[in-house]
């Protein structure tokens, strides 16, 4: 299992304290992905992102939903790898 945050690189030139939002879950809890498959879209200063998949498997647990927003190093979903 792993925890699924988004990447440092992507809040690289963020002011400190900014968030960003986690605009939509694309797959939901339980679906299998493959490596790469974007999973989330999210919105950081007025940039949309994509969180991918870091390996096949499946989002066990989301802990920032759809329309929430979130600091750097929040856990958004837990990741169990197949």
């Given amino acids: 299992m792993m925890d699924l945050v988004l990447p440092n690189a992507?809040?690289?030139g963020a002011q400190d304290g900014v968030e960003a939002l986690l605009d939509k879950w694309l797959v939901a809890k339980g679906v299998p992905v493959v490596?790469?498959?974007?999973?989330?879209?999210?919105v950081l200063v007025k940039a949309s992102?994509?969180?991918?998949a870091p390996e096949n498997g499946t989002i066990e647990e989301v802990f920032v939903n759809d329309g929430e927003s979130f600091a750097s190093g929040k856990v958004l979903?837990?990741?169990?790898?197949?």
């Avoid at 490596?35 to 999210?42: C, H, I, N, P």
């Avoid at 979903?77 to 197949?82: G, N, P, Y």
């Fill in 10 to 12: 992507f809040w690289d």
């Fill in 35 to 42: 490596k790469g498959q974007v999973l989330a879209s999210v």
């Fill in 49 to 52: 992102l994509d969180l991918e």
């Fill in 77 to 82: 979903a837990s990741f169990k790898t197949a």
